[in-house]
């Protein structure tokens, strides 16, 4: 059974880091792709940054100078961490698989988020 | 980026009604691959995203046959052929096409 679960602070300062765990289950970080998403409250979602099977990262420029992804495969988790928090920042963070079919780029399951405010 | 505009930005249905969101891309989604990275998803209330549709219009096991997708290029559309009560919350397109990834505003719809 595919599961991908976020673990992370309720809270954080302003100008200080984030840092969010998604670890997953019924599957292998070295098949799928694992992306993070975010949402900030009652708005759209917007693309973060990937990273790849082969362990390779992707990052949405937009985010590049201050967010870092790794993983860690021994414990099926895969880690954000973004720097200089500011207010709207605060948002819910997913992460998602991305399946890997030829001719197809999709995620097929997603966590249930983890909610981060970003308080001065 | 390219940018993703929904429409209508809300819709209101009743049960059994068809209904259609338009998703018009600022760039085409026409890879060079030759293949088109759009695909649907669904955010019910309190929930997370679900896939509905991948790449234009491949519906994802488990969805129910009443949602389809169609479109090319610049210009897509996903149907509701009947809509159930269990379809409330907001639509959303996404492109992988082009770097980065980007999602469309959204589309709401209610139940009346």
């Known amino acids: 059974q595919v599961q991908l679960k976020e673990t992370g602070p309720d809270l954080v300062q302003l100008t200080q880091t984030l840092s969010i765990t998604c670890t997953v289950s019924g599957f292998s970080l070295t098949t799928y792709n694992v992306h993070w998403v975010r949402q900030p409250p009652g708005k759209g979602l917007e693309w973060m940054g990937a990273m790849w099977n082969g362990g390779g990262t992707d990052y949405n420029s937009a985010f590049k100078s201050r967010l870092s992804i790794s993983r860690d495969t021994s414990k099926s988790q895969v880690f954000l961490k973004m720097n200089s928090l500011q207010t709207d920042d605060t948002a819910k963070y997913f992460c998602a698989r991305h399946r890997l079919v030829y001719g197809s780029y999709f995620f097929d399951y997603w966590g249930q988020g983890v909610m981060v405010t970003v308080s001065s | 980026d390219v940018v993703l505009t929904q429409t209508p930005p809300t819709l209101s249905a009743t049960i059994g009604q068809s209904v259609s969101i338009s998703c018009r891309s600022s760039?085409?989604?026409?890879?060079?691959?030759?293949?088109?990275?759009l695909n649907w998803l669904l955010q019910r209330p309190g929930q997370s995203p679900q896939l509905l549709i991948y790449?234009?219009?491949n519906v994802e096991s488990g969805v129910p046959n009443r949602f389809s997708g169609s479109g090319s290029e610049t210009d897509f559309t996903l149907k509701i052929s009947g809509v159930e009560a269990e379809d409330l919350g907001v639509y959303y397109c996404m492109q992988a096409t082009h770097a980065p990834l980007t999602f469309g505003s959204g589309t709401k719809l209610e139940i009346k």
């Open positions: 790449s234009v219009s």
């Open positions: 760039q085409s989604l026409l890879d060079s691959d030759g293949d088109t990275y």
